[in-house]
């Protein structure tokens, strides 16, 4: 595998990744800890990051005039990419009310 599935599978992978560490938060905080809830937070975001980087990388080329092949791969990519962004700010506005109840 190399090029652009790689690249498609790097962000897959990484989003993926965040996307399980934001739900873990979520539990965490249903539990009560908070820090530990924050901690899985920031890792999700980390790890967020570097499935957005890669995808960023592509924009940049496509930007640059150089062809991106579009693939149903990449739109898989894509589709977990604004998934885990959105279970990010799920898992933050449920630990916010988790606070709050307790």
Do not use: W
């Not at 599935?5 to 992978?13: A, H, K």
């Not at 530990?36 to 640059?64: D, P, R, V, W, Y």
Request: aromatic share 8%; charged share 25%.
């Amino acid at each position: 595998m190399e090029g652009m599935e790689l690249v498609c599978f790097e962000i897959i992978t990484a989003v993926g990744n965040a996307r399980s560490l934001y739900i873990e938060a979520i539990q965490e905080a249903k539990n009560g800890n908070f820090e530990k809830a924050a901690e899985l937070i920031k890792e999700g975001e980390a790890s967020f990051n570097q499935g957005h980087h890669a995808h960023a990388g592509l924009i940049q080329k496509e930007a640059s005039e150089e062809a991106v092949p579009f693939s149903l791969l990449l739109m898989h990519a894509e589709d977990q990419l604004m998934s885990a962004e959105g279970f990010r700010i799920l898992a933050e506005e449920f630990i916010d009310v988790y606070k709050n109840m307790k």
